[in-house]
């Protein structure tokens, strides 16, 4: 099956996600493992690229091409003496870790299963289901898409919404206005006096999860727009969303906490969804990745001294630059590309390949548009969806409140030394 631009640079690796339910009859009622392992041989039927396997493509340039040969998933069924609520608040750590199968990627690409899945059993009668996506085969929406089909099946409902599997949609042959600026693709900024990243990776990191609520939210969001009033003279100027004001407020206080001097060069970096983008749009159930890598840049002292607006402003022109030229341009230019080993941060031997996005730099998901929650497998949905440990120094993740209340979750990694600071400035900034 053929993959597109987006899926070549995507990781050889896997999204961990895990899914946790509290005990309740249903539960008890029925062999869950059983109907995992049904209802994933039928999705499997309509999704069949998760069944299949990667191999590295003749053409070389480090491209990876998709065998349907049905090798199929493995599940897995675990036992834990923890409870449900010895998770606490679910932050990302290695307890967590231990619940999503782990993957060795020095194993031969042809072997690595797409989709790993595991159920663990608590001692409290709950339960929780540990996931994890191969990159390259879908991104956020393409995998909840995924899963949101394999727990109606579990339920015993009918597939409703089954996926569009033709990556060609992504390509054109129209002539394009304007050729791809390679620029934004530059590998990221290095702290000045260290050309060379390999001390900045080498440093222990930690996470937190963090919770903003509404309020605070709505606090941000008006202060950076207060902001925009006051600089900017166009009346007309549409008001910065939650996501421009959230992510600006980390990125400066990532800024501050690290200590950086006043010129250091620092870049936010996050992806974009582009489907809304396209004309013709991309079929609604477009199964595989529609992301442009989106960078917003600035110097740490410029970041510090002017406003919260001004950063949010920064991160506004860099979502204003995704348009459909700048789409094909960039499919364009990366299917071009004589290698394209350089975006992925692990190669199949599990070392460390790609660019650093760490210190000075910051890469924020925010999973704020996606229908996150609900699934429901027949016992119950699920009283916590998150992701598993997968960071490294200045990944975030932005994540909507379970409870639906406005509120989000923040899950960043940031260097020891960095995140008590980070911690002070994140609410005291507020």
């Known amino acids: 099956m053929y993959l597109n631009a987006c899926d070549q640079i995507k990781d050889i690796s896997h999204t961990p996600t895990i899914y946790f339910y509290k005990h309740s009859a249903a539960l008890d009622a029925k062999d869950a493992v059983t109907i995992l392992k049904d209802s994933l041989s039928k999705v499997l039927v309509l999704f069949y690229p998760l069944a299949g396997r990667l191999n590295w493509s003749a053409k070389g340039g480090s491209r990876v091409e998709l065998h349907c040969n049905g090798k199929g998933v493995p599940i897995f069924e675990a036992e834990s003496e923890a409870a449900v609520e010895d998770f606490g608040d679910f932050t990302p750590t290695s307890s967590i870790q231990a619940l999503i199968p782990s993957v060795d990627y020095t194993t031969p690409i042809d072997e690595v299963p797409m989709v790993i899945v595991q159920l663990t059993r608590f001692r409290c009668g709950g339960v929780s289901i540990g996931l994890g996506v191969s990159h390259v085969m879908a991104d956020g929406p393409s995998a909840l898409h995924f899963v949101d089909q394999w727990a109606k099946i579990a339920r015993g409902g009918e597939l409703i919404s089954p996926p ?26 290095t702290v000045i006096g260290q ?62 906490a690290r200590g950086h001097v006043s010129e250091q060069q620092t870049s936010l970096h996050f992806p974009a969804d582009f489907r809304n983008k396209m004309n013709p749009p991309v079929p609604r159930n477009f199964f595989g990745n529609a992301l442009i890598r989106v960078e917003a840049t600035d110097t740490s002292g410029h970041l510090l001294s002017n406003t919260l607006g001004s950063a949010s402003q920064k991160i506004r022109e860099a979502v204003e630059k995704v348009t459909e030229n700048t789409v094909r341009s960039y499919l364009d230019f990366l299917k071009n590309l004589p290698d394209v080993g350089r975006f992925r941060s692990l190669d199949n031997n599990g070392r460390p390949k790609g660019d650093f996005y760490g210190n000075p730099n910051l890469a924020i998901i925010s999973w704020t548009a996606l229908p996150l929650y609900g699934a429901d497998f027949g016992w119950g949905k699920e009283i916590h969806m998150g992701p598993g440990p997968m960071g490294f120094d200045g990944k975030t993740f932005i994540i909507p409140s379970h409870n639906g209340d406005g509120s989000f979750n923040i899950a960043i990694w940031l260097q020891e030394e960095h995140m008590p600071e980070f911690k002070k400035c994140f609410y005291d900034q507020i």
């Open 164 to 189: 569009y599997l033709d990556r060609k949609v992504l390509e054109t042959d129209k002539q394009l206005d304007s050729t791809f600026d390679p620029s934004v693709l530059r590998p990221p900024p």
């Open 195 to 256: 050309e060379d990243n390999m001390e900045q990776r080498k440093k222990p990191i930690t996470v937190a999860f963090l919770n903003l609520s509404k309020l605070q939210i709505e606090k941000l969001r008006n202060k950076a727009n207060m902001d925009l009033h006051q600089e900017n003279s166009t009346p007309a100027s549409r008001g910065y969303s939650r996501f421009e004001a959230v992510a600006a407020h980390i990125w400066r206080c990532t800024s501050k």
